[in-house]
Protein backbone atom coordinates (compact mmCIF):
# COMPACT_ATOMS: atom_id res chain seq x y z
CA UNK A 1 0.00 0.00 0.00
CA UNK A 2 0.99 3.69 -0.64
CA UNK A 3 3.28 3.94 2.72
CA UNK A 4 3.09 8.00 2.12
CA UNK A 5 -0.59 7.80 3.29
CA UNK A 6 0.49 5.31 5.92
CA UNK A 7 2.47 7.80 7.69
CA UNK A 8 -0.27 10.38 8.15
CA UNK A 9 -1.99 10.13 12.17
CA UNK A 10 -5.47 8.82 12.54
CA UNK A 11 -7.68 11.17 13.91
CA UNK A 12 -11.57 10.08 15.03
CA UNK A 13 -15.00 11.42 16.56
CA UNK A 14 -16.95 14.17 15.43
CA UNK A 15 -14.37 16.84 14.38
CA UNK A 16 -13.16 13.90 11.71
CA UNK A 17 -16.77 13.19 10.49
CA UNK A 18 -17.56 16.84 9.73
CA UNK A 19 -13.91 17.68 7.58
CA UNK A 20 -14.88 14.52 5.83
CA UNK A 21 -18.10 15.71 4.65
CA UNK A 22 -16.48 19.10 3.71
CA UNK A 23 -13.89 16.95 1.86
CA UNK A 24 -15.89 15.07 -0.18
CA UNK A 25 -17.71 17.84 -1.18
CA UNK A 26 -14.45 19.52 -2.20
CA UNK A 27 -12.82 16.17 -3.77
CA UNK A 28 -16.07 15.97 -6.12
CA UNK A 29 -15.81 19.43 -7.14
CA UNK A 30 -12.26 19.01 -7.75
CA UNK A 31 -11.19 16.00 -8.42
CA UNK A 32 -7.95 15.33 -10.50
CA UNK A 33 -4.97 13.52 -10.91
CA UNK A 34 -3.19 11.71 -7.54
CA UNK A 35 -1.76 8.76 -6.30
CA UNK A 36 -3.15 5.32 -6.00
CA UNK A 37 -3.53 3.65 -2.26
CA UNK A 38 -3.81 0.11 -4.06
CA UNK A 39 -0.46 -0.38 -5.37
CA UNK A 40 1.69 -2.50 -3.23
CA UNK A 41 5.42 -1.20 -2.81
CA UNK A 42 7.67 -2.98 -5.17
CA UNK A 43 10.03 -5.36 -3.70
CA UNK A 44 13.39 -4.61 -2.72
CA UNK A 45 15.41 -3.42 -6.05
CA UNK A 46 19.02 -3.17 -6.22
CA UNK A 47 21.86 -1.74 -8.18
CA UNK A 48 23.17 -4.32 -11.31
CA UNK A 49 26.85 -5.54 -10.26
CA UNK A 50 29.41 -3.04 -11.79
CA UNK A 51 29.90 -3.31 -15.54
CA UNK A 52 32.72 -5.79 -16.71
CA UNK A 53 32.77 -4.45 -20.78
CA UNK A 54 32.91 -1.20 -22.12
CA UNK A 55 35.23 2.13 -21.66
CA UNK A 56 33.58 3.28 -17.87
CA UNK A 57 34.92 -0.23 -16.95
CA UNK A 58 38.20 -0.08 -18.36
CA UNK A 59 39.20 2.73 -16.73
CA UNK A 60 37.56 1.83 -13.10
CA UNK A 61 39.47 -1.20 -13.70
CA UNK A 62 42.70 0.44 -14.16
CA UNK A 63 42.27 3.09 -11.27
CA UNK A 64 42.10 0.14 -9.13
CA UNK A 65 45.00 -1.97 -10.80
CA UNK A 66 46.80 1.27 -10.46
CA UNK A 67 46.19 2.68 -7.04
CA UNK A 68 44.62 -0.95 -5.38
CA UNK A 69 41.00 -1.47 -4.84
CA UNK A 70 40.05 1.67 -2.23
CA UNK A 71 40.76 4.38 -4.67
CA UNK A 72 39.13 5.76 -6.85
CA UNK A 73 40.25 8.88 -9.71
CA UNK A 74 39.20 12.53 -9.60
CA UNK A 75 38.40 14.43 -11.48
CA UNK A 76 36.38 18.46 -10.67
CA UNK A 77 34.11 19.84 -12.62
CA UNK A 78 34.45 23.58 -12.05
CA UNK A 79 33.35 25.01 -16.11
CA UNK A 80 29.22 24.79 -16.37
CA UNK A 81 30.01 23.39 -19.90
CA UNK A 82 32.65 21.04 -18.41
CA UNK A 83 30.41 19.64 -16.00
CA UNK A 84 27.29 18.99 -18.60
CA UNK A 85 29.75 17.19 -21.59
CA UNK A 86 30.65 14.90 -18.72
CA UNK A 87 27.37 13.67 -18.03
CA UNK A 88 26.55 13.26 -21.30
CA UNK A 89 29.98 11.19 -21.84
CA UNK A 90 28.42 9.14 -19.30
CA UNK A 91 24.99 8.43 -20.22
CA UNK A 92 26.05 7.55 -23.76
CA UNK A 93 29.23 5.24 -22.77
CA UNK A 94 26.73 3.37 -20.10
CA UNK A 95 27.00 0.06 -21.32
CA UNK A 96 24.42 -1.82 -18.29
CA UNK A 97 23.08 0.85 -15.68
CA UNK A 98 22.39 3.95 -15.24
CA UNK A 99 20.59 6.03 -11.75
CA UNK A 100 19.94 9.85 -11.39
CA UNK A 101 18.78 10.98 -8.22
CA UNK A 102 18.29 14.46 -8.26
CA UNK A 103 16.71 17.64 -6.23
CA UNK A 104 15.20 19.11 -8.99
CA UNK A 105 14.85 18.54 -12.77
CA UNK A 106 13.47 20.97 -14.82
CA UNK A 107 11.63 20.92 -18.16
CA UNK A 108 13.97 23.31 -19.41
CA UNK A 109 16.97 22.81 -22.06
CA UNK A 110 19.20 21.15 -20.20
CA UNK A 111 16.87 19.11 -18.07
CA UNK A 112 15.39 17.53 -21.77
CA UNK A 113 18.81 17.27 -23.43
CA UNK A 114 20.01 14.89 -20.25
CA UNK A 115 16.18 12.89 -20.19
CA UNK A 116 16.53 12.66 -23.97
CA UNK A 117 19.99 10.60 -23.73
CA UNK A 118 19.05 8.62 -20.85
CA UNK A 119 15.74 7.16 -22.78
CA UNK A 120 18.02 6.53 -25.58
CA UNK A 121 20.75 4.34 -23.45
CA UNK A 122 17.17 2.77 -22.31
CA UNK A 123 16.17 2.10 -25.40
CA UNK A 124 19.41 0.38 -26.18
CA UNK A 125 19.01 -1.74 -23.65
CA UNK A 126 20.51 0.28 -20.46
CA UNK A 127 18.66 -0.28 -17.24
CA UNK A 128 17.75 3.03 -16.48
CA UNK A 129 16.84 4.01 -12.66
CA UNK A 130 15.34 8.06 -11.97
CA UNK A 131 14.88 8.92 -8.40
CA UNK A 132 13.31 12.85 -8.76
CA UNK A 133 12.13 14.97 -5.59
CA UNK A 134 8.52 15.44 -6.18
CA UNK A 135 8.83 19.48 -5.51
CA UNK A 136 8.73 20.75 -8.71
CA UNK A 137 6.85 17.79 -10.64
CA UNK A 138 3.54 19.66 -11.03
CA UNK A 139 2.13 19.19 -13.91
CA UNK A 140 4.38 16.46 -15.27
CA UNK A 141 2.74 13.58 -14.37
CA UNK A 142 1.68 12.43 -17.72
CA UNK A 143 5.20 13.04 -18.66
CA UNK A 144 6.47 10.79 -16.01
CA UNK A 145 3.88 7.90 -16.07
CA UNK A 146 4.71 7.93 -19.77
CA UNK A 147 8.52 7.30 -19.17
CA UNK A 148 7.44 4.50 -16.59
CA UNK A 149 6.09 3.15 -19.31
CA UNK A 150 9.33 3.22 -21.46
CA UNK A 151 10.74 -0.62 -21.41
CA UNK A 152 14.33 -0.26 -19.12
CA UNK A 153 13.17 2.56 -16.91
CA UNK A 154 11.96 2.73 -13.87
CA UNK A 155 10.92 5.97 -11.74
CA UNK A 156 10.49 6.78 -8.61
CA UNK A 157 9.54 10.49 -6.69
CA UNK A 158 10.93 11.43 -3.45
CA UNK A 159 7.80 12.42 -0.39
CA UNK A 160 5.05 13.20 -3.02
CA UNK A 161 1.84 14.89 -2.64
CA UNK A 162 -1.11 13.10 -2.79
CA UNK A 163 -2.81 15.85 -4.52
CA UNK A 164 -1.01 16.61 -8.03
CA UNK A 165 -2.72 19.93 -8.64
CA UNK A 166 -1.05 23.36 -7.77
CA UNK A 167 -4.16 24.39 -5.68
CA UNK A 168 -4.20 21.25 -4.00
CA UNK A 169 -0.88 20.98 -3.03
CA UNK A 170 -1.14 24.03 -1.58
CA UNK A 171 -3.85 22.90 0.80
CA UNK A 172 -1.64 19.46 1.40
CA UNK A 173 1.40 21.64 2.33
CA UNK A 174 -0.76 23.48 5.04
CA UNK A 175 -2.07 19.92 6.42
CA UNK A 176 1.06 18.18 6.46
CA UNK A 177 3.57 20.78 6.64
CA UNK A 178 6.18 18.85 8.78
CA UNK A 179 6.17 15.80 6.57
CA UNK A 180 6.16 17.54 3.29
CA UNK A 181 8.76 20.32 4.35
CA UNK A 182 10.91 17.05 4.16
CA UNK A 183 12.75 17.19 0.37
CA UNK A 184 15.77 14.93 -0.83
CA UNK A 185 18.45 17.73 -1.87
CA UNK A 186 20.82 15.30 -3.04
CA UNK A 187 22.61 14.84 -6.06
CA UNK A 188 24.21 11.97 -8.47
CA UNK A 189 24.51 10.09 -11.24
CA UNK A 190 25.95 6.67 -11.46
CA UNK A 191 27.13 5.20 -14.92
CA UNK A 192 27.86 1.16 -15.00
CA UNK A 193 28.52 1.24 -11.23
CA UNK A 194 31.99 2.50 -12.69
CA UNK A 195 31.58 5.83 -12.63
CA UNK A 196 30.01 8.66 -10.78
CA UNK A 197 29.38 12.33 -11.18
CA UNK A 198 28.01 14.56 -7.48
CA UNK A 199 27.86 17.67 -5.73
CA UNK A 200 25.75 20.69 -6.04
CA UNK A 201 24.50 20.86 -9.57
CA UNK A 202 20.65 20.08 -10.18
CA UNK A 203 19.62 19.30 -13.37
CA UNK A 204 18.18 22.77 -15.93
CA UNK A 205 19.51 25.58 -17.23
CA UNK A 206 21.02 27.97 -14.41
CA UNK A 207 23.35 24.97 -13.45
CA UNK A 208 25.20 24.34 -16.68
CA UNK A 209 25.40 28.33 -18.07
CA UNK A 210 22.91 28.11 -20.35
CA UNK A 211 19.97 30.38 -18.72
CA UNK A 212 19.69 33.59 -20.06
CA UNK A 213 18.48 35.57 -16.62
CA UNK A 214 21.35 34.26 -14.59
CA UNK A 215 23.70 31.23 -13.92
CA UNK A 216 25.16 29.54 -11.06
CA UNK A 217 29.22 28.97 -10.55
CA UNK A 218 28.74 25.33 -8.58
CA UNK A 219 30.93 22.67 -8.67
CA UNK A 220 30.81 18.74 -8.87
CA UNK A 221 32.68 15.80 -8.78
CA UNK A 222 33.70 13.09 -10.92
CA UNK A 223 34.91 10.02 -10.12
CA UNK A 224 35.87 6.22 -11.74
CA UNK A 225 36.90 3.24 -9.03
CA UNK A 226 34.90 3.03 -5.90
CA UNK A 227 33.16 5.81 -5.29
CA UNK A 228 31.14 4.98 -7.96
CA UNK A 229 30.16 1.48 -5.47
CA UNK A 230 29.44 3.33 -3.03
CA UNK A 231 27.45 5.99 -4.75
CA UNK A 232 25.61 2.81 -5.94
CA UNK A 233 24.55 1.71 -2.48
CA UNK A 234 23.66 5.32 -1.30
CA UNK A 235 20.60 5.02 -4.49
CA UNK A 236 20.03 2.16 -3.43
CA UNK A 237 19.48 3.26 0.55
CA UNK A 238 16.82 5.79 -1.16
CA UNK A 239 15.54 3.56 -3.87
CA UNK A 240 13.76 1.56 -1.19
CA UNK A 241 13.17 3.83 1.24
CA UNK A 242 9.73 4.24 2.03
CA UNK A 243 9.97 7.53 1.10
CA UNK A 244 9.25 6.82 -2.48
CA UNK A 245 6.81 6.15 -4.56
CA UNK A 246 6.76 5.07 -7.54
CA UNK A 247 5.44 6.50 -11.05
CA UNK A 248 3.59 3.60 -11.54
CA UNK A 249 1.17 4.76 -8.31
CA UNK A 250 0.09 7.79 -10.06
CA UNK A 251 -3.55 7.72 -11.17
CA UNK A 252 -2.41 9.26 -14.58
CA UNK A 253 -1.63 6.35 -16.91
CA UNK A 254 0.52 6.07 -19.74
CA UNK A 255 -0.91 7.47 -23.02
CA UNK A 256 1.27 6.58 -25.89
CA UNK A 257 -0.20 8.82 -28.65
CA UNK A 258 0.90 11.59 -26.45
CA UNK A 259 4.10 9.77 -25.33
CA UNK A 260 4.94 9.92 -29.19
CA UNK A 261 3.83 13.64 -29.74
CA UNK A 262 5.80 14.51 -26.75
CA UNK A 263 9.06 12.76 -28.15
CA UNK A 264 8.95 14.13 -31.22
CA UNK A 265 8.38 17.83 -29.54
CA UNK A 266 11.57 17.18 -27.27
CA UNK A 267 13.65 15.92 -30.07
CA UNK A 268 12.94 18.82 -32.24
CA UNK A 269 13.64 21.36 -29.59
CA UNK A 270 16.89 20.38 -28.53
CA UNK A 271 17.75 19.79 -32.43
CA UNK A 272 16.94 23.57 -32.75
CA UNK A 273 17.76 25.43 -29.54
CA UNK A 274 20.47 28.06 -29.80
CA UNK A 275 21.82 27.58 -26.55
CA UNK A 276 23.42 24.01 -27.34
CA UNK A 277 25.15 25.51 -29.99
CA UNK A 278 28.43 24.16 -28.75
CA UNK A 279 27.19 20.93 -27.07
CA UNK A 280 26.70 17.73 -28.69
CA UNK A 281 23.17 17.24 -29.60
CA UNK A 282 23.76 13.47 -30.64
CA UNK A 283 24.67 10.17 -28.21
CA UNK A 284 28.40 9.83 -29.74
CA UNK A 285 31.53 7.90 -28.77
CA UNK A 286 33.21 9.04 -26.13
CA UNK A 287 36.55 7.26 -26.47
CA UNK A 288 39.20 9.78 -27.17
CA UNK A 289 37.87 12.11 -24.54
CA UNK A 290 37.82 10.03 -22.17
CA UNK A 291 40.97 7.94 -22.78
CA UNK A 292 42.50 11.85 -22.29
CA UNK A 293 41.15 12.63 -19.19
CA UNK A 294 42.26 9.28 -17.37
CA UNK A 295 45.60 10.89 -17.80
CA UNK A 296 44.09 14.07 -15.74
CA UNK A 297 42.66 11.94 -12.68
CA UNK A 298 43.87 12.42 -9.68
CA UNK A 299 43.85 9.33 -6.97
CA UNK A 300 42.36 9.47 -3.68
CA UNK A 301 40.53 7.46 -1.14
CA UNK A 302 37.22 8.76 -0.16
CA UNK A 303 33.59 8.22 1.43
CA UNK A 304 30.21 9.15 1.08
CA UNK A 305 28.23 10.86 3.92
CA UNK A 306 24.48 11.46 3.88
CA UNK A 307 21.12 11.56 5.61
CA UNK A 308 19.66 8.37 5.98
CA UNK A 309 15.70 7.72 5.20
CA UNK A 310 13.68 5.61 7.52
CA UNK A 311 10.35 4.45 7.47
CA UNK A 312 8.92 7.84 9.06
CA UNK A 313 12.18 9.97 9.79
CA UNK A 314 15.44 11.13 8.94
CA UNK A 315 18.87 10.35 10.69
CA UNK A 316 20.46 13.49 10.15
CA UNK A 317 24.48 13.01 9.60
CA UNK A 318 25.54 15.70 7.75
CA UNK A 319 26.21 18.66 9.98
CA UNK A 320 27.76 16.61 12.84
CA UNK A 321 29.99 15.32 10.27
CA UNK A 322 30.50 18.75 8.55
CA UNK A 323 31.26 19.83 11.89
CA UNK A 324 33.81 16.70 12.50
CA UNK A 325 35.77 17.67 9.26
CA UNK A 326 36.29 21.42 9.95
CA UNK A 327 37.39 20.84 13.26
CA UNK A 328 40.36 18.52 11.72
CA UNK A 329 41.65 21.92 10.41
CA UNK A 330 45.25 22.45 11.69
CA UNK A 331 46.42 24.58 9.42
CA UNK A 332 44.22 25.89 6.78
CA UNK A 333 40.56 25.41 6.28
CA UNK A 334 39.06 27.03 3.07
CA UNK A 335 35.00 26.89 2.76
CA UNK A 336 32.65 27.75 -0.15
CA UNK A 337 29.52 27.65 0.62
CA UNK A 338 26.11 29.12 -1.42
CA UNK A 339 23.78 29.56 1.61
CA UNK A 340 25.20 30.49 5.13
CA UNK A 341 23.43 31.16 8.25
CA UNK A 342 25.58 29.90 10.98
CA UNK A 343 24.31 29.99 14.11
CA UNK A 344 26.23 30.31 17.59
CA UNK A 345 28.04 26.87 17.20
CA UNK A 346 29.31 27.72 13.86
CA UNK A 347 30.80 30.69 15.64
CA UNK A 348 32.49 29.19 18.41
CA UNK A 349 33.88 26.78 16.07
CA UNK A 350 35.56 29.75 14.15
CA UNK A 351 36.77 31.10 17.59
CA UNK A 352 38.31 27.69 18.49
CA UNK A 353 39.93 27.30 14.73
CA UNK A 354 41.74 30.93 14.96
CA UNK A 355 42.84 30.25 18.49
CA UNK A 356 44.15 26.96 17.06
CA UNK A 357 46.33 29.44 14.27
CA UNK A 358 44.59 27.94 11.86
CA UNK A 359 43.68 30.12 8.77
CA UNK A 360 40.14 30.24 7.85
CA UNK A 361 38.42 31.72 5.02
CA UNK A 362 34.70 31.64 3.75
CA UNK A 363 33.17 32.28 0.42
CA UNK A 364 29.84 32.61 -0.09
CA UNK A 365 26.83 34.60 -2.03
CA UNK A 366 26.96 38.77 -1.51
CA UNK A 367 23.18 39.74 -1.97
CA UNK A 368 23.88 41.04 -5.28
CA UNK A 369 24.87 37.92 -6.07
CA UNK A 370 22.19 36.17 -4.69
CA UNK A 371 18.76 33.81 -5.78
CA UNK A 372 17.58 33.27 -2.72
CA UNK A 373 17.35 36.92 -0.53
CA UNK A 374 15.55 35.05 2.36
CA UNK A 375 19.03 33.39 3.09
CA UNK A 376 20.78 36.62 2.91
CA UNK A 377 18.10 38.38 5.37
CA UNK A 378 19.44 35.99 7.97
CA UNK A 379 22.81 35.55 7.01
CA UNK A 380 23.52 39.56 7.00
CA UNK A 381 23.08 39.64 11.00
CA UNK A 382 26.02 37.23 12.01
CA UNK A 383 28.61 38.96 9.49
CA UNK A 384 29.94 40.66 12.36
CA UNK A 385 30.64 37.80 14.22
CA UNK A 386 32.53 35.84 11.11
CA UNK A 387 35.06 38.62 10.76
CA UNK A 388 35.59 38.77 14.85
CA UNK A 389 36.53 35.86 14.80
CA UNK A 390 39.32 36.52 12.07
CA UNK A 391 37.76 34.59 9.20
CA UNK A 392 38.90 36.13 6.29
CA UNK A 393 34.70 36.78 4.63
CA UNK A 394 34.19 37.51 1.04
CA UNK A 395 31.07 37.43 -0.61
CA UNK A 396 31.00 36.24 -4.83
CA UNK A 397 30.26 39.61 -7.05
CA UNK A 398 27.33 39.46 -9.25
CA UNK A 399 29.88 40.35 -12.07
CA UNK A 400 32.97 38.13 -11.24
CA UNK A 401 35.57 37.17 -14.06
CA UNK A 402 34.82 33.76 -13.88
CA UNK A 403 31.79 34.29 -15.47
CA UNK A 404 33.78 33.31 -18.49
CA UNK A 405 33.44 29.28 -17.48
CA UNK A 406 29.66 29.81 -15.51
CA UNK A 407 28.43 30.94 -19.03
CA UNK A 408 28.16 28.39 -21.64
CA UNK A 409 28.96 29.78 -25.17
CA UNK A 410 26.48 31.34 -26.93
CA UNK A 411 24.62 31.90 -23.76
CA UNK A 412 25.57 34.95 -21.60
CA UNK A 413 23.25 35.04 -18.17
CA UNK A 414 22.52 38.89 -16.60
CA UNK A 415 24.73 38.09 -13.55
CA UNK A 416 26.11 34.75 -11.76
CA UNK A 417 24.98 33.47 -8.31
CA UNK A 418 27.20 31.07 -5.81
CA UNK A 419 25.83 27.43 -5.88
CA UNK A 420 29.03 25.57 -4.61
CA UNK A 421 29.26 23.28 -1.63
CA UNK A 422 33.04 22.51 -0.61
CA UNK A 423 36.15 22.87 1.23
CA UNK A 424 39.56 21.82 1.62
CA UNK A 425 40.90 20.92 4.93
CA UNK A 426 44.94 21.58 5.06
CA UNK A 427 45.44 21.00 1.40
CA UNK A 428 45.32 17.73 1.73
CA UNK A 429 41.10 16.54 2.67
CA UNK A 430 38.50 17.65 0.10
CA UNK A 431 34.73 17.87 0.69
CA UNK A 432 31.88 18.36 -2.36
CA UNK A 433 28.84 17.66 -1.95
CA UNK A 434 25.09 19.16 -1.84
CA UNK A 435 25.29 20.82 1.90
CA UNK A 436 24.36 24.28 2.61
CA UNK A 437 25.85 25.80 6.19
CA UNK A 438 21.88 26.72 6.95
CA UNK A 439 19.10 25.61 9.02
CA UNK A 440 17.32 23.80 6.26
CA UNK A 441 20.45 21.92 5.11
CA UNK A 442 21.19 20.71 8.67
CA UNK A 443 17.87 19.80 9.84
CA UNK A 444 15.02 19.69 7.24
CA UNK A 445 16.51 18.60 3.73
CA UNK A 446 18.40 15.65 3.24
CA UNK A 447 21.77 15.96 1.82
CA UNK A 448 24.81 14.23 1.15
CA UNK A 449 28.81 14.63 0.37
CA UNK A 450 31.84 12.97 -0.76
CA UNK A 451 35.10 13.72 1.63
CA UNK A 452 37.90 12.72 0.06
CA UNK A 453 41.56 12.19 0.89
CA UNK A 454 43.66 13.26 -2.40
CA UNK A 455 46.65 15.68 -2.18
CA UNK A 456 46.42 16.54 -5.29
CA UNK A 457 42.77 16.87 -6.19
CA UNK A 458 42.89 19.24 -2.29
CA UNK A 459 45.63 21.44 -4.86
CA UNK A 460 43.29 21.61 -7.54
CA UNK A 461 40.61 22.78 -5.35
CA UNK A 462 42.18 25.05 -3.11
CA UNK A 463 43.53 26.81 -6.63
CA UNK A 464 39.91 27.22 -7.66
CA UNK A 465 39.12 28.37 -4.30
CA UNK A 466 41.37 30.92 -3.93
CA UNK A 467 40.63 32.24 -7.55
CA UNK A 468 36.94 32.48 -6.44
CA UNK A 469 38.09 34.79 -3.66
CA UNK A 470 40.15 36.85 -5.86
CA UNK A 471 39.11 40.51 -5.77
CA UNK A 472 38.05 40.25 -9.84
CA UNK A 473 35.56 37.61 -8.10
CA UNK A 474 34.54 38.67 -4.70
CA UNK A 475 34.37 41.20 -2.35
CA UNK A 476 36.30 40.86 1.05
CA UNK A 477 34.41 41.89 4.15
CA UNK A 478 36.04 43.80 6.90
CA UNK A 479 35.35 45.80 9.59
CA UNK A 480 36.69 49.36 8.82
CA UNK A 481 39.17 51.38 11.59
CA UNK A 482 35.91 52.91 13.13
CA UNK A 483 34.62 49.44 13.13
CA UNK A 484 31.70 49.49 10.55
CA UNK A 485 31.56 46.51 7.37
CA UNK A 486 33.12 47.38 4.23
CA UNK A 487 33.03 45.76 1.32
CA UNK A 488 36.23 45.80 -1.05
CA UNK A 489 37.30 44.25 -4.17
CA UNK A 490 40.11 44.77 -6.98
CA UNK A 491 38.39 48.10 -7.76
CA UNK A 492 36.55 49.78 -5.21
CA UNK A 493 35.50 49.64 -1.55
CA UNK A 494 31.81 50.18 -0.41
CA UNK A 495 30.42 50.86 3.18
CA UNK A 496 26.89 48.83 2.37
CA UNK A 497 26.32 45.15 1.36
CA UNK A 498 26.35 45.19 -2.70
CA UNK A 499 23.16 44.76 -4.40
CA UNK A 500 21.61 44.31 -7.75
CA UNK A 501 18.99 47.50 -7.26
CA UNK A 502 16.23 48.44 -4.69
CA UNK A 503 14.02 45.46 -4.80
CA UNK A 504 16.34 43.08 -3.16
CA UNK A 505 16.94 45.39 -0.55
CA UNK A 506 13.02 45.60 0.16
CA UNK A 507 12.90 41.68 -0.32
CA UNK A 508 15.80 41.68 1.78
CA UNK A 509 14.06 43.54 4.82
CA UNK A 510 10.63 41.39 3.93
CA UNK A 511 12.24 38.31 4.54
CA UNK A 512 13.60 39.05 7.74
CA UNK A 513 9.69 38.15 9.32
CA UNK A 514 10.05 34.95 7.77
CA UNK A 515 11.43 32.25 10.59
CA UNK A 516 15.42 31.93 9.68
CA UNK A 517 14.74 27.98 10.36
CA UNK A 518 13.05 27.57 7.11
CA UNK A 519 16.16 28.48 5.30
Known amino acids: MNTIKDRRKDRSGFGQRFCLVILVALVSACAGPGLRDDIERPPPGYSLPPATTGILAEMADRVRSGHGPEHSGFHLLDASRESLVWRLALIDSAVSSLDILTYLW ?4 VG ?3 LERAVLAARRGVHVRLVIDDLLTIGLDQTIANLQAEPNIEMRLFNPWQSRKLGARGGEMIAEMERLNTRMHDKLII ?7 LGGRNIGDHYFGLSHDYNFHDLDVLAFGRMARDANSMFDHFWNSEWLATAAALTTLPDPELAQTGWQGLQERIRTAEELGSISREPRDWSGELSALELELRPGTGYLVYDEVAA ?3 TRNMLASMFSLFEQAEQELLITNAYI ?10 RQLADRGVDVRILTNSLASHDVPAVNSHYEPWRDDIVATGTALYELRADPDIQAIVDSPPVAGQFVGLHTKAAVIDAHTVFVGSMNLDPRSAAINTEMGAVIDSPELAQDLRTVMLRDMSGENAWRVELSDRGR ?3 T ?3 ETVTSQ ?15 IVPKEQF
Not at 191 to 197: R, V
Not at 341 to 350: K, M, N, T, V
Open 498 to 512: PTRGFLQNVMNVIFK
Open 312 to 314: TDV
Open 112 to 114: ELI
Open 485 to 487: LQW
Open 106 to 109: YPDV
Open 191 to 197: ADGNATI
Open 341 to 350: IPGEPAIELL
Open 489 to 491: NDE
